[in-house]
């Protein structure tokens, strides 16, 4: 064989070889394919970790949420009771691990949740004789506690909840034991505190049934009022806990406008559709709430009919149009877990029902409302 020959031959091996390496580029190109990439132009797509996916190291929930999202909330390991049971035992396993997922998938990682009501020891609001702390010593175990947790995670967890669900349905302020203690000075010295241990951080006050105009009020007075003191709030978290019909399309526009009018991004932190019938007249979430269980309240034990699924689908477009058409003030919608099986709607606020409320069954495999939101996009 010639010499140009030879060339010949070992440059079409070469180009075969490469073929076939753009082709398997390729190939794991689709198959890491997911809704976030459809929706890359527009905002990032989230979802909640469960602890349980976490602890068993559940490979093909995580990889299904690697595929698909880019952007990561712990639907629990982060709050106060799961982290921290007693007030010198940090139990640091699973926000390790739900942090290191996120890191090795160079996902956006959103801390979930600081300052909150709900999951948190008495241990942290009362003496041993079961007195309230008085203000001082209060704000200082939310210090110890906000720079514990962001020191550990500075650099990695980009964005965080920093106040979680302080204002009522009606805009008044939530008489927690926080407020009761310390008035809002509690909400002003997180931010300013979250500020100071890491400038970069996104900054969020997070509530659920923001659409309603009371608590639209409410939010928009408190954005005002700490703009005016310089207290540092960079975005705001509509939750989306939201039913087939509440809220109006049109109150969760005129929210999404009126929290960007202050200057702040959008976030939509924990959406989920609850598709059963509404046993309290309109969703929310307050955890402390809970109904009777009766089976005409639980219609879809053995799957979700047609229509049923129809009108979920269409519901979920209507709300991603709105998002899409907000794009410019939205930075992130985030799903309130992945699968139908894990959502804590399944118990809430009547426990042992069978809902339907996300985008993937209990199987794992992709609803019709997943394939109407690829649709969307193309
Ligand atoms: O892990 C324990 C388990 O050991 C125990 O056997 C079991 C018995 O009830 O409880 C398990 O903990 C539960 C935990 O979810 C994990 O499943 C808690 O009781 C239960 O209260 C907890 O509920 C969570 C709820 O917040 C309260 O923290 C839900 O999963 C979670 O989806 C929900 O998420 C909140 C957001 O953080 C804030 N916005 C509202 C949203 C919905 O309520």
Do not use: C
């Not at 400038?199 to 005002?224: E, F, I, Q, S, W």
């Not at 924990?270 to 019938?277: G, Q, S, Y």
């Amino acid at each position: 064989m010639n010499i140009s020959r030879r060339k010949l031959l070992a440059s079409t091996a070469l180009l075969g070889t490469l073929a076939q390496l753009k082709h398997a580029a390729f190939a794991k190109a689709v198959a890491d394919t997911g809704l976030k990439d459809h929706y890359q132009k527009d905002f990032l797509i989230g979802t909640a970790v469960s602890s349980a996916s976490l602890a068993e190291n559940d490979s093909k929930m995580l990889g299904l949420i690697a595929r698909e999202f880019n952007s990561i909330t712990a639907e629990n390991a982060m709050k106060w009771g799961p982290i921290r049971p007693t007030l010198d035992n940090w139990q640091w396993e699973l926000a390790d691990k739900f942090v290191d997922f996120g890191t090795r998938n160079k996902m956006h990682i959103v801390g979930h949740t600081l300052v909150w009501h709900s999951q948190v020891p008495d241990s942290v609001f009362f003496d041993e004789k079961g007195k309230p702390l008085n203000k001082k010593a209060l704000l200082k175990v939310m210090e110890e506690h906000v720079t514990t947790l962001m020191e550990r995670y500075k650099g990695r967890i980009p964005a965080w909840d920093v106040v979680n669900e302080a204002i009522e349905d009606d805009g008044q302020w939530r008489q927690s034991p926080w407020y009761k203690a310390t008035g809002t000075d509690y909400i002003a010295r997180a931010f300013q505190l979250a500020h100071e241990i890491d400038p970069k951080a996104h900054l969020m006050y997070n509530d659920y049934n923001m659409a309603m105009p009371g608590k639209r009020a409410g939010v928009v007075a408190m954005l005002k009022e700490f703009k005016k003191k310089g207290v540092p709030i960079h975005g705001v978290g509509l939750q989306g806990h939201v039913g087939m019909e509440h809220p109006e399309l049109a109150e969760l526009e005129a929210s999404i406008v009126a929290y960007a009018e202050q200057g702040v991004r959008v976030h939509i932190t924990e959406l989920d559709v609850d598709v059963l019938p509404s046993v309290w007249g309109i969703t929310g979430a307050d955890v402390a709430t809970r109904f009777q269980y009766r089976p005409e309240i639980d219609p879809y034990i053995n799957g979700l009919t047609a229509e049923a699924e129809e009108a979920l689908s269409e519901r979920y477009v209507a709300l991603f149009k709105i998002f899409l058409k907000h794009r410019d003030k939205i930075d992130r919608v985030t799903l309130w877990g992945v699968s139908d099986n894990l959502s804590w709607l399944n118990d809430f606020p009547v426990p042992g029902r069978t809902n339907y409320p996300l985008l993937f069954d209990r199987e794992l495999k992709p609803k019709a409302a997943y394939f109407r939101l690829l649709d969307l996009k193309r």
